[in-house]
Structure formats: C-alpha cells, structure tokens
C-alpha cells in the first residue's frame, strides 16, 4: 500500500495543462533525475523520469514517460519499480492516461494478473495564462480495484489550489523561473481511512517538477523532492 499513496499523490502533482504552456519535458531521450529528501533533509532516494518517445507536435501530441525508483545511491532497487505514464494532447488540452500507470505497479505488488483498475474524475488543470494570486480548479479522482468477489474504491481530492508566486528556484540542476502552486491533498482508502496533506509544487515550463514540499495536517514538513540533474539527449 505504501507504494500505491506513492503513485496517488504522484497523481495529484501532475497536472493538466494546456500545451502554449507546458509545465513538463517534451522531448524524447530526455532524462529528469530527483533527490526524495525526509523531513531532515537527508536523501532517502532518487527517482529518475524518462521520455521514452513523443508522437505529434505542437496542439496534438502523446508523449511516453517511464519513472524508475531508485536507492539513495541512484542504483536500481533490487526489485526494480518502473512506471509507465502517458500523457495525450488533443486540441491544446492535456490529459493524464493514468490506467496503465496503475496497473503496471500494482500488478507488481499483487502478483495478480486478474486486477483490473478504472480511474475516473475530473481532470487537473492548470490554464495557459497562468498569474501569481490566481485560484485553480478542485479535482477529485476515483480508483476502482476490481478483484474478481470484491471492488475497492480509493478517492484523492485536490482542494484549495492556488497560484502563490512566479519566482526563482535554484536546486541542485540549477536555477529556474517556477510558478509556485500550493494545494490541499486528501486521501481516502477502501477502508475509510483519509490522509490530509499540504502539498506545494514549483513548476517550470518546458521542464515540469522542480521541487515539491509535502507536509502533514500539522503543516510539519516531512519530505522534500528536488530536481538534480536534466539530461537532454
């Protein structure tokens, strides 16, 4: 289950966007490595997004990503974790495919090729003409885990979003412009169970994530995710 609150709140950070603007790496061959920091600061990992290929150009376009996890050494886990992900602009619009993402990894963790997964709810977006002080639109998204007796429902909810700055951010892989977007992230299990989460994401266009924060409903920081290195091939 802990890899499967990885993958939601992955979820809930990536974004809709409209393509005049994009908050994310298009070009294939490319490669974005990221330092998961705890609370102290400490590195705890590294995860590392590939562009695998990218089809169209412009207002219509699907491009492939592949994200590996890996140690604290940037090696590959024993047991290796590679998620796939697929984003498709149609008519300037992004949407997220996320089916294939759930699958691949839970499948992983299940060793059950019977699960079936659908995802539904409204999209994450982010407009074009995006300013600093500018509130976003909620969304919530439903996973359904089908295991042949019994269906398992999961729920996260994007609540309170706003564009908080347009600044400078320097990390390890360098110094970027980045919007600054803070939102509420809440999650609710198949047990009823909901995690509450601040989440606060620096976006750069033309190349995505940044850093992101995450802090608990106390609003104590408890990791920190930083862009270390942009490979483009």
């Known amino acids: 289950m802990k890899k499967l609150m990885i993958l939601l709140v992955f979820i809930a950070l990536a974004t809709g966007l409209y393509a005049q603007n994009t908050f994310f790496a298009s070009k294939a061959g490319a490669e974005l490595t990221y330092a998961e920091k705890n609370a102290k600061g400490k590195v705890t990992g590294y995860s590392k997004l590939t562009i695998k290929s990218v089809q169209g150009s412009g207002r219509n376009m699907t491009i492939s990503y592949e994200t590996e996890a890996l140690d604290k050494n940037k090696k590959s886990l024993k047991t290796p974790q590679v998620i796939p992900l697929t984003i498709v602009i149609k008519d300037n619009v992004m949407t997220l495919d996320m089916k294939g993402m759930f699958t691949e990894s839970l499948l992983i963790d299940q060793k059950d ?22 509130t976003l639109k909620d969304s919530e998204i439903t996973m359904t885990m089908d295991l042949g007796v019994v269906k398992m429902n999961s729920v996260i909810k994007q609540t309170d979003r706003k564009c908080e700055a347009i600044e ?5 892989a360098g110094t970027f412009k980045c919007h600054k ?3 509420t992230v809440s999650y ?5 169970k909901t995690q509450v989460m601040k989440v606060v994401t620096w976006y750069a266009p033309g190349v995505g994530t940044v850093k992101t924060e995450t802090y608990n409903d106390k609003n104590k920081l408890q990791g ?6 942009v490979k483009d091939n």
């Open 188 to 192: 609710t299990t198949a047990m009823r």
């Open 113 to 134: 090729q019977s699960v079936k997964i659908e995802v539904s709810g409204t999209p994450v977006e982010i407009p074009n003409n995006l300013q600093a002080g500018q």
């Open 224 to 229: 920190t995710t930083e862009l270390t290195e």
């Open 168 to 172: 400078d951010v320097t990390v390890q």
């Open 181 to 183: 977007i803070s939102q």
